[in-house]
């Protein structure tokens, strides 16, 4: 079986689910993300690939979030509360969420199984950071929009992703992502939690019995 992987968002979360979805399931896996692009690349992306979407079984991908700017957001939310400004900004994305997930499924084979994958509640619980409550709320309605535009493109979406990093969360005892203020990885998930994200997937992709 193969799959194939378009993440747009982060080159390395392609490569731990690659190593460990691939892996867990014994398919072949191709990776043809790039680091920092945007919903406008994923045409380049879907070029590059096309040799290997003719085979693949399964394609998944995260894209919107550096559109969005998920970090800038958050902070944004923290030190103002600026629900209302983040979640406008959301919501006009959303079309083009659509239409890129349209253009991924015309680029598939007729068959492949198509998964949005969503993005991790990584926000730390307990009160740790100032306005976290409105952290929490505007990643559920990032993900609300996601899972919304995914339902209209009619492809799949893998919505146990959300929940993958529960007692890992950013400033717990064992988290699974990096802080704000880590200076080469800030507010994205370690290795650890890539791995735990990898093992969510193959979870959900597996065929069942």
């Keep these: 079986m193969v799959i194939s992987l ?3 968002a982060i080159r390395i979360q ?7 979805a691939a892996n867990i399931l014994n398919w072949t896996a191709r990776n043809f993300a790039v680091g920092g692009s945007k919903m406008s ?8 690939a096309a040799a290997s979407l003719k085979n693949a079984t399964h394609v998944m991908f995260t894209t919107g979030g550096n559109d969005l700017g998920v970090a800038d957001a958050l902070l944004a939310v ?3 509360n600026n629900v209302t ?13 659509v239409e890129t997930y349209q253009k991924i499924k015309a680029a598939a ?20 950071i100032p306005n976290e409550d409105s952290c929490h709320q505007v990643l559920a309605f990032l993900d609300q929009t996601v899972q919304d535009a995914a339902t209209e493109a009619q ?11 529960l007692g890992h969360e950013m400033f717990s005892a064992d988290p699974y992502v990096s802080s704000f203020f880590d200076t080469k990885n800030a507010a994205h998930p370690n290795v650890q939690g890539y791995a735990k994200i990898g093992q969510v997937v193959a979870a959900y992709i597996a065929p069942k019995p």
């Design 78 to 80: 923290i030190f103002e």
């Design 6 to 8: 378009l993440l747009s």
């Design 41 to 48: 690349d994923i045409p380049r992306q879907l070029t590059n």
């Design 155 to 165: 492809i799949d979406y893998i919505a146990p992703v959300k929940g993958a990093f």
């Design 85 to 97: 400004g983040v979640e406008a900004k959301i919501t006009s994305l959303k079309p083009e969420l």
């Design 14 to 20: 392609v490569l731990v689910l690659k190593v460990v």
């Design 109 to 128: 084979r007729p068959g492949t199984k198509i998964y949005a994958v969503p993005y991790v509640d990584f926000v730390s619980v307990g009160h740790k």
